[in-house]
C-alpha cells in the first residue's frame, strides 16, 4: 500500500523469514555522544499511497521501532519511544537515536538503527482533522528547515 524509494544501500530488509519488522539501516555515519540526540537519516522515502489498498476507514502508518540489540548492547534506544510516519509524509525518513550509555557511539553507513513496520490505523470517531500537511520532520502543520541537514545543524534536536 505504500510506495517506497530508497538511497542506494538502504533498502528496508526482513531480516529471517517471520520478521514482522523490516529493519532500517544509517544513510550516513555518525556520532552519537553520552546523553545525546542524533538525527540519523535512513535513506527511505514514501513514493506515494496505493490508497485503493487501504481498507475503508483505516489510514496506513509506518512505525519506527527500536532494535532491542543496540538497546541491550550499547544504550542505544529511539528518542520519542516509538515513530510514527503518517502516509502524507514524503520527507526522509529520519530516526531519533539517544545514547544512554556512558561513551560515544559510532553509527556507520549501513549499520542497523531501528525497524520499521507497516499499521492500519483507525481514528478515534468525532475528533476534528486538519488540512494538509505543511510542515517536515516532527512539526506536523509547523514551518521547518526542509532537508535533515538543516535539522540537525540548527540545534533544534
Known amino acids: 500500500m ?9 533498502e528496508p530488509a526482513y531480516m529471517t523469514e517471520h520478521s514482522a519488522a523490516a529493519d532500517l539501516v544509517a544513510r550516513e555515519a555518525a556520532l552519537l555522544p553520552p546523553g545525546k540526540v542524533v538525527l540519523v ?4 522515502w514514501i ?4 490508497w485503493a489498498q487501504v481498507p475503508t476507514g483505516f489510514l496506513p502508518e509506518l512505525q519506527v521501532r527500536a532494535r532491542s540489540g543496540l538497546a541491550r ?13 503518517d502516509a502524507d509524509y514524503r520527507d526522509e525518513v529520519g530516526v531519533l537515536l539517544i545514547n544512554h550509555g556512558e561513551e560515544a ?12 513496520v507497516l499499521n492500519l490505523v483507525a481514528r478515534i470517531p468525532g475528533l476534528p482533522v486538519g488540512g494538509e500537511r505543511k510542515g ?3 512539526s506536523t502543520l509547523v514551518s ?8 540537525r545543524e540548527s540545534g533544534n534536536i
Open 2 to 10: 505504500f510506495k517506497l524509494r530508497f538511497a542506494e544501500g538502504c
Open 41 to 44: 537519516p535512513a535513506g527511505v
Open 47 to 50: 513514493d506515494s499511497v496505493e
Open 73 to 85: 548492547k550499547a544504550s542505544i534506544s529511539l528518542a520519542n519511544g516509538i515513530g510514527t510516519i
Open 105 to 116: 557511539f559510532i553509527i556507520n553507513q549501513g549499520d542497523r538503527l531501528a525497524q520499521m
Open 136 to 138: 517536515g520532520f516532527g
Open 144 to 151: 521547518t528547515p526542509s532537508s535533515m541537514m538543516d535539522i
